[in-house]
């Protein structure tokens, strides 16, 4: 059992959880859910003892199966996580070591915690770790096993991090946000595979997450946090049952309730025939240097996108949707020039795009102020003013709903949404007329989601911007773009305007995507 009753944590002055009570037990799921910045997060570091060292328990409890976990140890500590307890981080790139392959990161954990069953062998070890591998569906474990991290998509990554999770077969297993930046369908197969997990294993799930969607089917018990505190409790969402409306209502936005599937599209946008393409992309194909076995190899080509061809009109919301690994953020580099191993076309008919990253904070240099970083891309303009340089970098803050004592903060010191608007602001700053946004809201939660949507839509109207928008979420894809390519390993399955898509798509992948 999981026992945390009336658990307080400050940073100094500043109560971060208040008197926070829940449990979970062996074979059951217990769902927290809640908004950026309520306290699930906070609440999982405190189970597992990675706790800031300026944050500090000052009330309540946490038991481990009749174990107290609270001020224990650092050594104690460290025996206790992998192997009883493990979690499963929201954002994989700040938690794998960039350095270090991918086979020997889950190898170590192996290693270390001595598994039964798992041998000690380097050939036992590689064969355990192929396994978790091939678990959490990823393909080709063996390329995954010697691929370093940033050789991963993001969904990749996020797969990778599950299967060091459970790789030790824990009795509990915290879950942050695991599936945030994953397609719908491989959602529901992450879902399934911890299920599995927990039922063949008899493991204890908490699952943190901002979509309650998720949890209706899946959580035996659900908490909504709000400001450090538990604001509501349910001890069932069953299928048959509608959301509460209770917590709904914990999540409504500015604007009303959260946007519902085929609402309606954000824009009014004119597809006429005499618009001007603004970027044309003919016939192309990409590729990826493998690694050779032999050093005295050459390494060879890897083909990953086939024979690509789309437009995007000016002015236009253009959608690229897929699931993980399909090839759109490969497009996106591509098309950006960061991937030189393609023949086919790509013509600007302006100057070159910018990107909005997935991750805002692997994307940001930890070391620079904001200040810093929005110059950055106008120095290497050619701006050198001083005075104009804070000019243009306060009215893009302003712009992006933030004042201008941002520019004097770091990035760690910024919540998830401050992250993304700054890295909205990055792009921008140059004045590009095509603007491409490479999973721009898979790590918010549906608030913050909708203000950045919002934001996006203002921006565009202000500036007279053109988007490229890659998510593998459909229903936030309806709602912002004109038009719609799907992709497929590589490939594209289909193009249309948004609403002939949903509502008649012609492939058996489309309608997936839409039913799942």
């Known amino acids: 059992m999981l026992e945390i009753e009336k658990l307080t944590v400050c940073f100094g002055d500043r109560c971060v959880l208040d008197a926070v009570s829940m449990s979970g037990k062996r074979g059951g799921v217990l769902g927290i859910v809640g908004e950026s910045g309520s306290g699930k997060t906070m609440t999982a570091l405190s189970i597992m003892g990675l706790l800031n060292p300026q944050a500090q328990i000052k009330g309540g409890s946490i038991r481990l199966d009749g174990r107290e976990l609270a001020g224990l140890d650092e050594h104690s500590m460290s025996d206790i996580r992998g192997k009883d307890i493990a979690m499963i981080f929201q954002e994989p790139m700040t938690s794998l070591n960039p350095s270090m392959r991918i086979g020997r990161q889950l190898g170590e954990a192996v290693r270390l915690h001595k598994i039964p069953d798992s041998g000690s062998s380097a050939k036992e070890i590689k064969s355990r770790v192929l396994e978790a591998l091939a678990d959490v569906k990823l393909p080709e474990p063996e390329r995954i096993y010697g691929s370093y991290p940033h050789e991963l998509s993001g969904g990749m990554r996020q797969r990778v991090m599950i299967a060091m999770g459970t790789i030790c077969r824990p009795g509990y297993l915290l879950c942050d946000e695991p599936t945030t930046a994953l397609d719908v369908t491989t959602q529901k197969g ?36 709000c400001r450090g505190r538990v604001v509501e409790r349910r001890f069932s969402l069953r299928p048959e049952m509608s959301i509460p409306e209770g917590l709904l209502l914990r999540f409504r936005t500015g604007a009303g309730e959260l946007p519902e599937h085929r609402m309606c599209v ?49 002015g236009e919301i253009f959608g690229i949707v897929g699931e993980s690994g399909c090839g759109k953020s490969t497009l996106s580099r591509t098309i950006l020039g960061m991937n030189p191993l393609y023949d086919g076309s790509i013509v600007h008919n302006n100057k070159k795009p910018q990107m909005i ?43 992006v709903g933030l004042d201008e004592s941002y520019a004097y903060r770091h990035p760690s010191q910024l919540s998830g949404g401050q992250r993304q608007r700054i890295s909205i602001a990055a792009a921008l700053i140059a004045c590009p007329k095509l603007v491409i946004a490479d999973e721009p809201l898979s790590a918010l939660d549906v608030t913050i989601q909708s203000q950045i949507m919002q934001l996006l839509i203002e921006l565009k109207r202000e500036m007279g911007l053109t988007y490229i928008f890659i998510s593998h979420d459909i229903d936030v894809v309806y709602q912002l773009c004109d038009r719609i390519m799907v992709m497929k390993d590589g490939r594209v399955v289909e193009i249309g305007d948004t609403r002939e898509i949903f509502d008649n798509p012609r492939e058996a992948y489309t309608r997936q995507l839409i039913e799942a």
Not at 195 to 224: P, Q, S, W, Y
Request: with cysteine.
């Open 190 to 225: 992450i879902i399934e595979l911890i299920r599995c997990m927990k039922d063949e294993h008899d493991m204890g799930i908490v699952f943190i997450t901002h979509d309650l969607k998720l949890l209706k089917n899946f959580a035996d018990k659900v908490i909504v946090m």
């Open 266 to 314: 954000w824009t009014q946008y004119d597809n006429g025939d005499d618009m001007t393409n603004i970027l044309e992309v003919k016939n192309l194909n990409a590729y990826y240097k493998t690694k050779s076995k032999s050093v005295f190899a050459h390494s060879e080509k890897k083909q990953v996108l086939f024979d690509i061809s789309f437009d995007v009109r000016e």
């Open 357 to 399: 990253f997935q991750d805002p904070y692997s994307s940001l240099n930890p070391a620079w102020t904001i200040g810093r970083i929005l110059r950055e891309p106008l120095l290497l303009s050619g701006i050198r003013e001083r005075k104009k340089l804070d000019k243009m970098v306060s009215d893009m803050l302003c712009k």
